[in-house]
């Protein structure tokens, strides 16, 4: 017990990870292991209990938790995560933390970026994202822009100009679907103070007029919703696991993005 505090107190001040020690306790305690499978279209991160792994087969025959990302067609270099799930019994006790954390390494590890799912995150989750976006000295992250409206799919009493209708910048290259950033918002609440280029000349709204809203560019930058993130020492953290028994199995290709 003494030994395995002092890992998890080792893991914490190297990796800053908010890993609990309580959560990795109760793994241990239950017979809970992470069983991972990777290739460089995607990361899946099994929670299973141990008698149901067959060693001999390599073969699971039933989790009680699925964490997943795929590549994200438009940004080739970044992952999104696609599925999480954890059994009601374990909710709540630190173990989806340590399963973000280590999807999180293997995407690293393959060399891509990681964001959240781009249509909905839940409030749980959404914590998880906002502590890595105020944890810079753990995780790389890059800041994403909001997609500009298509000026080829003109929108019917609304004026396209491309000197004005953009968001952080004109570049598209890092532009990515904000969606669950904007379900995530109050957006009535940036209603006010705009500016002349949130109105079409006939003075209505643009459909994309918060991007003059002040309060809405400062909640978009501090938002962990917007950004993509890499563990700055995903093999120290993947190490750690594996030394505490935890990480017992991971079958994957090794691949390097060219990002």
């Known amino acids: 017990m003494k030994l395995l505090r ?30 991972v499978e990777y290739d460089s279209n995607g990361c899946h991160v099994f929670l299973v209990e141990e008698k149901n792994f067959d ?70 989750a959404q914590r ?24 080829n799919q003109w929108i019917e009493g609304e004026d396209f100009d491309p000197e004005i209708d953009y968001f952080l910048t004109r570049d598209k290259s890092d532009d990515i679907s904000m969606d669950s950033f904007l379900n995530n918002s109050n957006l009535s609440s940036y209603s006010s103070n705009l500016g002349d280029n949130a109105y079409d000349a006939y003075g209505n709204e643009k459909g994309w007029w918060y991007f003059w809203s002040e309060d809405f560019r400062s909640d978009f930058l501090d938002s962990g919703l917007t950004k993509r993130f890499k563990m700055k020492d995903s093999e120290g953290f993947i190490s750690a696991l594996k030394e505490y028994g935890i990480l017992k199995y991971q079958f994957g290709e090794e691949h390097e993005t060219s990002a």
């Open 128 to 151: 998880i994202w906002e502590k890595w976006a105020g944890m810079p000295d753990v995780y790389d992250m890059e800041q994403m822009d909001a997609p500009a409206p298509d000026p």
């Open 55 to 124: 060693k001999e087969y390599n073969d699971i025959r039933d989790h009680v938790g699925y964490f997943s990302s795929i590549r994200h067609s438009e940004t080739p270099e970044t992952q999104i995560i696609d599925s999480t799930y954890i059994d009601h019994e374990w909710r709540n006790k630190g173990i989806g933390t340590i399963m973000y954390n280590t999807i999180l390494a293997l995407c690293t590890k393959q060399g891509f970026w990681l964001m959240s799912d781009r249509d909905e995150v839940s409030s749980k």
């Open 6 to 35: 002092q890992l998890i107190r080792n893991l914490i001040m190297e990796n800053a990870s908010v890993i609990q020690s309580s959560a990795v306790q109760l793994m241990k305690d239950n017979g809970l292991i992470i069983v």
